[in-house]
């Protein structure tokens, strides 16, 4: 009976199990069916949610494509707005400018920075490309004149076949010099060598390129540099020399850029002291001469025992303010140059009391004849004067005349030079200040 009870216990609670699965089965089938019902009705039938995928990616390539187009319509009003200011219709321009700056504000900058980006690119292939082609050329022509022995005939073909000075190295933003045609290349080189005739400036401008070299080399420059110097002594250079160049740098001349300096000493006897007879003083006199020639003619003297900065700026002007500064002219002839030089007047108030003084004490007016000879010193061409005569012609007020001279003995003579001795040769320094300013160009 008991076995039997159990087992009844024991089917019913197994038919309760399997009641109770059921259900759950089934849920979970329906749920499964749902969804893939529900899924096949999105895919069917996109409502709502296609237009949200579809809006999701392609909105920042229209946004891009609107500002492109916003821009691009900006761009072409403003340039509208330019033609109608070319046409002086300035009432349509205004117009389409405002419509322009409606659209993107700073349209004027975008368009500029456009254009000059386009400009340069094509300058620079452009600028690439005639670098190119002068390369070449000059290649084709060093090629042609290899036979050339002259440099200066080398030089020059290159210069010609390419028409032009010089070429820009790098990328010009204003004008370049190659610009300029060769005529006003060589006016300008005649303000280099200006009246003082500084040609030494003129020799550095050669060393900047091959067209500068030739055209510092130009035949009239050097024409007119020798006229300058030796007037109508100058005659041609032929046969003796090769060029006008060639005549001026190797032909004794004198040197403008500077002063011929020299250093005189000598020693004076002192008077005897009142307390010791046997005591005697001796004085070392130092002092200095310059002198400063100008091309046309003009000389100036000064005897100074000041610092040689202050003497040399005081012969910076042809007329000095300096009144102990004495003013003549030279003339050059062969190695020779003689010069004839005065004391400056002193114009001013004078008393009665200084008028009957100089009437007692007459010093009379000095006239300085010197001549020196043109010599080179250490390698150095034309940079020495030596003294061969000097001569003091003094007129009193009264009709009498004085003269003083010393010259330098002939060769027969056994003596001692009392020039030679006394004032010693003049040596060329060269002044800076004296070729910073070209006030007039080389005519």
């Given amino acids: 009976m008991s076995h039997s009870g159990e087992s009844s216990e024991s089917d019913d609670g197994g038919d309760d199990q399997e009641g109770s699965s059921f259900p759950e089965r089934n849920i979970e089938d329906a749920l499964t069916s749902f969804r893939e019902q529900w899924q096949r009705e999105l895919e069917m039938s996109p409502k709502r949610d296609r237009p949200k995928t579809q809006s999701t990616k392609p909105v920042k390539l229209d946004v891009s494509n609107d500002e492109e187009s916003i821009e691009n319509k900006a761009k072409h009003l403003f340039l509208k707005g330019i033609e109608y200011e070319e046409r002086r219709k300035f009432y349509e321009a205004i117009q389409f400018y405002k419509r322009a700056v409606l659209l993107v504000p700073d349209i004027e900058f975008r368009l500029y920075e456009s254009t000059k980006l386009k400009s340069n690119d094509d300058h620079q292939e452009g600028f690439e490309e005639d670098i190119k082609r002068i390369d070449d050329n000059t ?42 045609p060769m005529e006003i290349v060589l006016y300008i080189l005649r303000w280099v060598v200006s009246s003082e005739l500084d040609l030494r400036s003129l020799e550095m401008c050669s060393r900047v390129c091959r067209g500068f070299y030739i055209s510092a080399r130009d035949t009239e420059i050097w024409r007119l540099a020798c006229v300058r110097v030796w007037g109508v002594n100058c005659g041609s250079y032929a046969p003796e020399y090769q060029s006008w160049r060639d005549m ?45 020639f100008f091309p046309e003619g003009r000389v100036l003297m000064l005897t100074s025992t000041d610092e040689a900065q202050s003497c040399v ?12 500064v004495l003013i003549g002219h030279y003339r050059l002839h062969d190695n020779y140059v003689t010069l004839v030089l005065k004391k ?35 390698r150095r061409l034309n940079s020495q004067l030596k003294w061969l005569s000097y001569t003091i012609f003094t007129k009193y007020r009264n009709g009498h005349e004085a003269k003083n001279c010393l010259k330098e003995p002939s060769v027969r003579e056994w003596r001692v030079s009392a020039i030679g001795g006394r004032y010693p040769p003049l040596k060329f320094s060269r002044v800076k200040s004296y070729t910073q300013e070209s006030e007039a160009p080389l005519q």
């Fill in 344 to 378: 400056q007047e002193v114009k001013g108030i004078t008393s009665y009391r200084k008028k009957k003084k100089d009437a007692i004490h007459d010093s009379g007016e000095q006239t300085f004849h010197i001549e020196y000879e043109i010599q080179d010193h250490h």
């Fill in 248 to 292: 001026y740098l190797n032909r004794s001349r004198l040197r403008y850029n500077g002063c011929y300096i020299s250093k005189t000493s000598y020693i004076r006897d002192g008077e005897n002291s009142f307390q010791d007879q046997f005591y005697r003083p001796w004085h070392l006199v130092e002092y200095f001469r310059y002198l400063r």
């Fill in 313 to 324: 700026n005081s012969l910076k002007h042809r007329t000095p303010r300096n009144p102990s």
């Fill in 139 to 180: 290649e084709n022509c060093n090629e042609e004149i290899e036979e050339e022995s002259d440099l200066v005939v080398k030089l020059s073909k290159i210069v010609n076949h390419n028409k032009c000075v010089c070429f820009p190295k790098f990328e010009q933003n204003t004008t370049h010099i190659s610009a300029l």
